[in-house]
């Protein structure tokens, strides 16, 4: 796992994020029963006087937790949320402590009102919008927990009621501050227990003591068992040691790495200095640099089999006569990309690498006779073009297709590194009279692909960007009456490494492509989708943008894809009525269907099954998994099986306690605002939010579940949910199929994925 360089005030964040999330410390023994390596000379003791102090470092190492996540971790850090809902459904968490402890709490408070029970849930509202990635929601929540006067009055006359100590929520504070150092100063050794042990530190605080003094007294009220009732729902089915991993390797990065150091990492730049630095400095640096885990935060997801591909693995060089040396430079080659030159656009942040920058060979597959032109990437040249950039966004291949030839650009993974240190987030797109392909770095960086696909540190791994025209082989297009508007396009994406390839089909986040169309001079097409053609003679839609003569999709999935065009039309749904243009734009998407007789019937409710499916189709997810009898009502035969698993893996819907998924039970307007909140977090895009607008706008406001609160807020100020007449929000009616397409297309529009 990389290491990412954090303030020094981050040392006791993944303490303070940690007591939100888990029962116990986030703080990794270290290995052999040997203690952690904390040198005193490196360590400068830190204290956070206020709660704001320890907010602010909540956050900052909250954020570096969530680019470390995998696939696995991102699942059981989901599975915690979808806990939260599960049990809130039919259940207060109230209901964890005894009835007449909480009475009493309510009395000792001093408040008026639930004060017990509004403490709680919005305790576990920052919970789940920790457990969605919601960094932004869960900053204000736990601020707004913070200057709750109400909260800090009723929590300090709870404590100061049973002890001789007077506690603020600026104590807490220093209590987080003071755990912190003891665990610098004294760190566990393999063979304690992580829970036990930050316990045993705690008992030496003061702060800490009176907490557990103050509920201890209270008749049938045990702290140990209060922890432990509300751990068993919330990380019900969670592996918390892998997120617990991830926050220790965070902490003891900054308790065991002089400052100076980790100012060096975050400011310092592999191209070297200029200063007249001697090389023995360079080196050095160069050392510490191989020595670190590479790792990055987008995991690719590994396919079923990482064995060798023997189609691919018969690819050889071409030997050309007139080829007698290794100059690079030839013609042949210079007309593979369209620039010769490299180029840096600082208004874009973009660099267009150019011929100079690559090898070109010319590979032939000796079974299948296929060529290739393959633009392998010259990893020093391009560190010297992206040495020329301040900043880089994208990094742009152009490369220039021939007649009956294979494209495909060879990327070194060291290559895709010195990309991704300059930006972890910057895309690498290569584009073809195909069309595009944009892809995360993130998603092919040298630790993602060694640790999905098993290779030694010492391996040299290659991987291949391919978008080349293709053939519909299944006959998919004629076999479904499909009106196709574009030449049928492959995605692939190879990792080699000496004699072993492997193709990668799956992908932890959205891949963006474009297609170009075929169109005539001054033709306009509509209703345009692009659909991925599966090996069972099926296709798979996918939520499409048009632009012109070319339209783009994202996709987790590599296959062939084309485009097709698909008006939809229904008897029941009027022009100019306001659901009609989502109706029709959805459903020619494929994202919605329409019934036997040709109606919609836009004022039908909504089932949990539908819901499902339409989430599925409008954000184009794939399960790539049957059905397991996961619940008891759902046999995997019915309809909707497929994008059930879908949702299921992505966490967007959940079932209930008892195992059952009930999917034909309808959901209710603040149920599909829970839902539509965790697509909004899926996608990963910062939607815009009116400050003015509130749920508490609404008269019915207190008819709002309190689970669905967040929820209903975040889906009222981004716009994405509106009111009913009489300024009634509705939360507990039923959703209509005309509301759902609404809801969808705003949605799809806001996260561009549709026009």
Known sequence: MRKYPLSKKATATAL???????????????????AATVHAAEYEEVDYDTIEDVIDAAMEVYEEFLQNLDTDAEAELAQIGTNIVNYQTDNDWSNLLDETLVAELNEESGQSGDFVEDVLQDLIIIIHEASNQNSEQVEAQMENFANNDRY??????????????TVTISDIASMISYLQNELAENPPTANDNPKEYIQNLLEGNETY????????????????????????????????????LLFADAARYVLETPEEEKDDQDSGDDSGSDDGSDDSDQESDDE?????????????????????????????????????DDDTDSDDEDDVLDEDESEVDETEDEVTVGSEDVEVERVANEETGEVTNRVRVNEERLEETLNRATAVESVVFNVDTEEGVQSEVTIPTRAVDSIARRNPDAKIVVNTQAGSYNVPVSQINDGAVRRALGFNEDDEIEVDLRINRSEDTGGVTERNNLNR????????VRVRSGESTTELNNFSS???????????????????????????????????????NRVTFRSYNNSKYTVVENAVSFSDVPAAIWYE???????????????????????????????AAVLTRGLGLNSGESYSNEFTDVTGSEWFSDELMAVLNYRLVGGYPNNEFRPNETITRQEASVMIQRAMDLVGVEFESDADRS???YADSDDVAPYARGSVNIATRSGLMEGRPNNQFAPRDNITRAEITALLDRFLQKSDFIN
């Open 209 to 244: 003591a009176a907490m557990k003094e103050a509920w201890n007294s209270y008749e049938n009220a045990d702290f140990d068992e209060a922890v432990s009732s509300f751990s068993n729902v919330l990380f019900a089915d969670v592996d918390q040691n892998e997120l617990f």
């Open 485 to 492: 508007r574009s030449d049928v396009v492959e995605f692939k």
């Open 152 to 165: 800090q009055e009723g929590i300090a006359n709870i404590i100061n009621s049973r002890t001789d100590s």
């Open 581 to 611: 243009g989502p109706v029709t734009k959805l459903a020619s998407q494929y994202i919605f269907e329409g019934f036997p007789n040709g109606e919609f019937r836009p004022g039908e409710h909504t089932t949990r099954a539908e819901f």
């Open 695 to 697: 749920y508490l706008d």
């Open 16 to 34: 303070a994020v940690t007591m939100a999330l888990t029962p116990f410390t986030a703080f990794n023994p270290a290995a052999d029963g040997e």
């Open 288 to 324: 510490e640099e191989d020595d670190s885990d590479d790792g990055d935060s987008g995991v690719v997801t590994p396919p079923p089999s990482s064995g060798d591909d023997d189609d691919e693995d018969e690819d050889v060089e071409e030997e050309d006569p007139s080829d007698e």
């Open 510 to 548: 959205w891949i963006e492509r474009g297609i170009n169309l075929q169109t005539e001079e001054d033709e306009t097409l509509e209703n345009l989708v692009a659909v991925r053609l599966n090996d069972d003679g099926t296709f798979t839609p996918v939520s499409t943008k048009t632009d012109g």
